[in-house]
C-alpha cells in the first residue's frame, strides 16, 4: 500500500511563529541586493542611493518615510560618483567598470544621457545651476585628476 509521510513537528514552532516580528516595516522590502555605496538627497524631495554592483534606486520623500520609485542597473560594477545637481532635476553617475558617465532625469524617472569621457571617470560635480542656458558636468580622471567640462545635454566635451 501507500504510505503516507508523516509531517514533523518542529519543537517548540507556535513559540517561533509567535515571536516573528509582525509590523507595516517588514510587509515589503526595497533594499539593495549589495552594499550601499552612495547617498545624495535632492531639492526636488528625492533620495538616490546606489549600491556595490551597479543598481541606482530613486526614492521619493512622503509624508511618512520615503517610497520607492524605480530603479536602474545604471553601470556594470561599483560607482565611484553620484552627484545630483542643485535644483535636483538630474543626477549623474560615473561607474568604475565600465567607464561611463550617465546622466539621469530625477523628475522623470529616465536616464538622460551617457558619455564615455576621454578620461576613466571619478568624482562627478555639477557646474552652475539648472536654469544655465548650459547645465555642464565637471568629470574628474580617477587617476591623475585631471578635470574635463561636458555639456550635460549633449554629452559633447568643452574646449
Given at each position: ?6 509531517k514533523?513537528a518542529l ?12 509590523a507595516?516595516?517588514?510587509e515589503r ?12 538627497a ?5 533620495l ?24 536602474f ?23 568604475a ?6 546622466v539621469?532625469?530625477?523628475v522623470?524617472?529616465?536616464m ?16 552652475g ?25 549633449s ?5
Amino acid at each position: 500500500g501507500e504510505r503516507r509521510k508523516r509531517k514533523r513537528a518542529l519543537e517548540g514552532e507556535r513559540a517561533l511563529l509567535d515571536a516573528l516580528p509582525c509590523a507595516e516595516m517588514y510587509e515589503r522590502s526595497y533594499m539593495h541586493r549589495d552594499r550601499v555605496t552612495h547617498v545624495a538627497a535632492t531639492a526636488t524631495d528625492f533620495l538616490l542611493s546606489a549600491s556595490a554592483d551597479g543598481v541606482l534606486k530613486f526614492w521619493k520623500k512622503a509624508e511618512r518615510g520615503i517610497e520607492f520609485v524605480k530603479q536602474f542597473q545604471a553601470h556594470l560594477g561599483p560607482l565611484r560618483a553620484l552627484a545630483a545637481s542643485p535644483s535636483g532635476r538630474y543626477c549623474a553617475t560615473s561607474g568604475a567598470g565600465d567607464g561611463a558617465v550617465k546622466v539621469f532625469d530625477v523628475v522623470c524617472f529616465d536616464m538622460a544621457l551617457m558619455l564615455k569621457p576621454r578620461v576613466q571617470p571619478g568624482c562627478l560635480c555639477w557646474v552652475g545651476r539648472d536654469t544655465d542656458p548650459q547645465l555642464r558636468l565637471a568629470v574628474a580622471d580617477a587617476a591623475s585628476g585631471a578635470v574635463e567640462v561636458y555639456d550635460a545635454g549633449s554629452g559633447e566635451p568643452e574646449p
